[in-house]
């Protein structure tokens, strides 16, 4: 869920998510590395 709005209002998130759909990915695999993104920001946080 929180990949699916960080995919719509996050601006680093939602580039990505574009440039991956441009080149052939499926929204469900857009979605995976959005997943991955938001995971990687917390545990730099952390």
């Keep these: 869920m929180a990949a ?6 996050n ?3 939602k580039q ?3 440039s ?3 080149l052939g990915e499926t ?3 857009a979605i995976g590395a959005n997943m991955r993104k938001l995971m990687q920001i917390c545990f730099g946080v952390v």
Excluded: D, P
Excluded at 4 to 9: D, N, P, S
């Design 27 to 29: 929204q469900t695999q």
């Design 20 to 22: 991956l759909l441009k």
């Design 11 to 13: 601006l680093s998130v």
């Design 16 to 18: 990505q998510k574009e």
């Design 4 to 9: 699916i709005v960080a995919g719509r209002y």
